[in-house]
């Protein structure tokens, strides 16, 4: 069964780190463009990821998490990490990875074949 499932959400404090993980099951993401996308409380999830990557290894990340998220893969174990860092509380979110097979860089939702269930992030003191 093809299928992403993150997990690492929680509760965390201001100024904290949280990292998010997202394992894929029935492919590997050697041929996948992957990002992470959120959907903060009592509105739609966003249009455009916070953070995309391409096969080629090109990375874009969003002003709003620049220098504080970082983005990585673990091929081996089929897992896409989303680490956080400084985090603040309007990083309060569902976070979604998502997947499309092929070459190229995307960043809207609509682009985008396979979802995780989501893991929720709340920062809060």
Do not use: H
């Not at 996948?32 to 996308?37: G, I, L, P, T």
């Not at 983005?71 to 990083?91: C, G, H, R, V, W």
């Amino acid at each position: 069964q093809v299928q992403l499932v993150e997990s690492g959400g929680g509760l965390v404090r201001p100024g904290g780190s949280l990292r998010l993980s997202c394992a894929a099951s029935g492919f590997t993401l050697d041929y996948y463009a992957m990002a992470w996308f959120r959907q903060a409380p009592g509105q739609e999830r966003d249009r455009f990821s916070i953070i995309s990557t391409a096969t080629d290894g090109t990375i874009f990340y969003a002003d709003s998490v620049k220098g504080r998220f970082t983005i990585s893969t673990d091929n081996a174990k089929s897992t896409l990490y989303l680490d956080m860092n400084s985090l603040k509380p309007e990083d309060t979110a569902v976070y979604y990875c998502a997947a499309r097979y092929g070459l190229g860089f995307f960043r809207g939702w609509d682009e985008y074949e396979l979802w995780g269930q989501g893991t929720q992030v709340t920062v809060s003191s």
